[in-house]
């Protein structure tokens, strides 16, 4: 018996959105059918390249404040999500750590004031930290003394989006109101919703054609095996053309990203981004010399013109949630719950507590 004003729902789209959605429907009890144009490992979601950073305050050098309030929301929801299912998904929230090279010190000073100004604005996020190179140490040992400034952001997270995206797969394909059909592309043309039934789209940039305003924004990755390379959490550095990271997986992995560009290109990652994406990882920590390249890939983030996510009802009883940009698993808790609630009451009071126009969020679900 479903716990929502309908009682069977399709979604479009298994990437991280789609996911999420259905498994949350699935729990309030509709019979919910799936459709991904890909596979269940997720081949065509931008999903399974990131490097799934959690850091509300880190990306606020390109976000606007309602980004970091959802990354903030989303911080305290994870565990819980991810508590919930049954195939554990590494999850920690040890800090984000920024450093820089002397040359990019201008750089550096500019993005320190933008956080401090996200501080302001969002008083709740635990404040950024000026570290020297004795705190730097103490932080991550196995960069020495190499830098000699940085900024550190407390409990700023991360999690293993692959496993997060094979443990939501395994918990929708277990539970009897879920019909999972892979490799089926679909459009929304192909429905016609019922009056107890809804569809929920969340085919990232596979809804271009229904939502033309969206973009490609291309981000090549590289994903490196480096088991002589200790550290903890993720590491930025500072770069005149686009921010770096390295991000630790569990098992010795680290994914180096990510080139950012404004294209919908899906082609190889070019020469010129792997060195320097190799380059910077090199930079920080020499042992990623003798590191094996497991991977590199590219993929487009779905990016709407302003950046910001957007839930969005082209007709009755569809709802299109799309627009994660480079900020899909800091937002998808938030959206999750604003859909949730739109589809429940036809309201978020979420959104507004996000400062989200409430136009792109009106639902007559
Ligand atoms: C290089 C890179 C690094 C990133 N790093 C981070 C990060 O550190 N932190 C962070 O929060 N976010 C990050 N992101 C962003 C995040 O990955 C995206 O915002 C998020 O995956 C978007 O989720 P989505 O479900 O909307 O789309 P996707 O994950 O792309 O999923 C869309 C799904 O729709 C399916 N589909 C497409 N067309 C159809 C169709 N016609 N019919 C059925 N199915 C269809 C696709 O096969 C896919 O499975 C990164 C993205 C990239 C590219």
């Known amino acids: 018996m479903s716990s929502l004003p309908f009682d069977a729902a399709t979604v479009l789209g298994a990437g991280l959105m789609g ?3 259905a498994l949350g429907l699935a729990r309030a009890g509709c019979q919910v059918a799936v459709f991904d144009a890909g596979g269940p490992e997720a081949e065509g979601a931008a999903a399974r390249v990131a490097a799934a950073m959690l850091a509300p305050l880190a990306e606020s050098a390109v976000a606007p404040a309602s980004v970091v309030r959802m990354g903030h ?7 819980a999500l991810l508590q919930s299912l049954d195939t554990p998904v590494f999850f920690q929230r040890e800090g984000t750590l920024v450093l820089w090279h002397r040359q990019d010190a201008a750089e550096a ?3 320190a004031r933008v956080l401090e100004h996200t501080g302001e604005q969002v008083p709740a996020l635990p404040a950024m930290q000026r570290v020297d190179a004795d705190r730097i140490t103490a932080l991550e040992p196995s960069l020495g003394t190499r830098f000699a400034q940085g900024l550190f952001l407390p409990d700023e997270g991360q999690l ?3 496993a ?3 443990a939501l797969r395994s918990a929708l394909e277990a539970m009897p109101n879920v019909r999972m ?3 089926d592309a679909r459009s929304l043309d192909d429905f016609s919703p019922a009056p107890n039934e809804r569809v929920i789209d969340c085919r990232g940039l596979g809804a271009r054609n229904q939502w033309p305003s969206l973009r490609g924004v291309r981000g090549e990755v590289i994903r490196v095996h480096a088991p002589e390379v200790a550290l903890t959490r993720p590491v930025r550095l500072v770069h005149p053309r686009y921010p770096l ?3 630790p997986k569990p098992d010795g992995v680290f994914v180096i990203g990510a080139t950012e560009i404004e294209s919908a290109d899906l082609s190889p990652a070019s020469v010129r981004s792997t060195l320097e994406l190799l380059s910077a990882a090199y930079a920080v920590h020499s042992g990623f010399a003798e590191a094996r390249i497991l991977e590199i890939a590219t993929q487009c983030r779905p990016t709407l013109p302003d950046n910001l996510p957007a839930l969005r009802q082209p007709r009755p009883r569809v709802l299109q949630i799309n627009g994660l940009y480079r900020h899909g698993f800091l937002v998808a808790p938030a ?3 604003m859909a949730m609630e739109l589809l429940a009451t036809g309201h978020s009071a979420l959104a507004e507590r996000f400062d989200l126009p409430m136009e792109a969020m009106a639902c007559t679900c």
């Open 164 to 166: 997060l995206l094979d």
């Open 160 to 162: 293993d989006n692959r």
């Open 73 to 79: 929301h989303a911080l305290a929801r994870w565990p």
């Open 19 to 21: 996911r999420l959605m």
């Open 181 to 183: 059909h892979w490799h």
């Open 335 to 337: 959206m999750l719950d």
């Open 245 to 247: 990271y390295i991000a």
């Open 109 to 111: 000073a500019r993005l």
